[in-house]
């Protein structure tokens, strides 16, 4: 079950923010936070990120991939154009990987290649939402926007 | 990084990209650049340095779709640059895979040689677009103000969007390069080729984890 997904610019701004509800209840949506909250939660993994990257033993290290807790694991992809995309999902959710994937080809498609779209900028681009929400649907059948 | 570069290229060109009639990209292009002609009355320097912001403004886009379909990650030097933007880039967005050729020693510059544009597939240009500055060579410069002084002579660098397009890219991944055309068939010449020079990278903007 996808349970919401994070975009953060290179600057560590969030620009993209989306929960999404299960439509079952042996799997709970994420709790509803304000916008600064989320603002200042993506700030911090942001910070998080480069740290973790900094610490490790070796060089070259990723950083952050997957955050895991007994209620979600929050696994991140961050690309060589500094981009992080962060999704959320229930702790049993299996190929995270290939969903990562697919949100960042439909990131390419309906937001960067979306002309009236500034880069850096929030995202708000009605197609990406609506191919993100179709998405979704394919894992969780029931899914509604938060 | 199993897969050689090329066969990525063809893989990712054969399965992940759409594609379009290459007839309406070629007439769409030409009705564009002879626009440009129009609008900036045969300056050729000024339609060249159009031509190159709107390929950079392109490329800042479109290497978002290259890393999504590609699915590769650094690469590990220039000369790898050279090749994955020769074998993988150039292969998934336009079919063609130039030729990587005149690596630097230092490893800081390569050319690109086109045996195929589809761009300028149709394309003969006129006389004028064809005189070329006394004495020089290279392609104009691509910014704006260092072209003011021999704007009548410079030729048109028909394809000059690709240009753009990989300056753009590159530098969203942190590579500051310039890229310009030093020879096109279009105007003459043996072989068209594209010079890509390594400015610098651009280390404060590289990601955490990435440097």
């Known amino acids: 079950m996808i349970l919401g997904v994070w975009i953060i610019n290179k600057a560590g701004g969030l620009v993209f923010q989306r929960d999404f509800t299960t439509g079952s209840n042996v799997v709970p949506a994420l709790a509803k936070l304000s916008t600064n909250d989320y603002l200042v939660l993506a700030g911090t993994f942001h910070g998080i990120h480069a740290i973790t990257s900094r610490i490790s033993p070796m060089a070259r290290s990723t950083g952050i991939e997957v955050l895991e807790t007994d209620t979600f694991t929050a696994t991140c992809h961050q690309t060589p154009t500094g981009i992080k995309i962060v999704l959320f999902t229930d702790p049993n959710q299996a190929n995270n990987e290939a969903l990562m994937r697919r949100v960042y080809d439909l990131y390419a498609d309906y937001v960067m290649k979306n002309p009236f779209y500034t880069p850096e900028m929030p995202v708000r681009c009605e197609l990406f939402d609506v191919h993100l929400f179709k998405l979704v649907q394919t894992v969780n059948p029931a899914a509604t926007q938060a | ?211």
């Open chain 2, 1 to 211: 990084m199993a897969k050689p570069l090329k066969t990525l290229g063809e893989d990712v060109w054969r399965t992940k990209v759409e594609k379009v009639n290459g007839e309406l990209f070629a007439l769409t292009y030409g009705s564009i650049v002879t626009q440009l002609c129009r609008d900036f009355n045969n300056n050729y320097a000024k339609v060249n340095t159009q031509l190159d912001k709107m390929g950079y403004n392109m490329g800042t886009r479109l290497i978002e779709e290259f890393l999504a379909r590609s699915q590769l990650g650094r690469c590990r030097d220039f000369r790898d640059t050279a090749e994955t933007v020769a074998k993988v880039a150039f292969k998934m967005f336009l079919n063609i895979s130039p030729t990587v050729t005149n690596v630097a020693p230092d490893a800081k510059a390569f050319s690109l040689i086109f045996d195929e544009n589809p761009l300028a597939e149709f394309v003969e240009l006129p006389e004028s677009a064809r005189r070329r500055a006394v004495g020089s060579t290279a392609g104009p410069v691509e910014n704006g103000d260092a072209m003011a002084s021999a704007p009548a002579q410079a030729p048109l660098w028909f394809s000059n969007v690709l240009c753009g397009v990989v300056r753009g890219a590159l530098e969203m991944v942190q590579l500051q390069v310039d890229a310009r055309w030093v020879s096109d068939v279009l105007l003459g010449d043996e072989c068209s080729e594209m010079r890509v020079t390594l400015i610098k990278v651009l280390e404060d903007e590289v990601p955490a984890g990435e440097d």
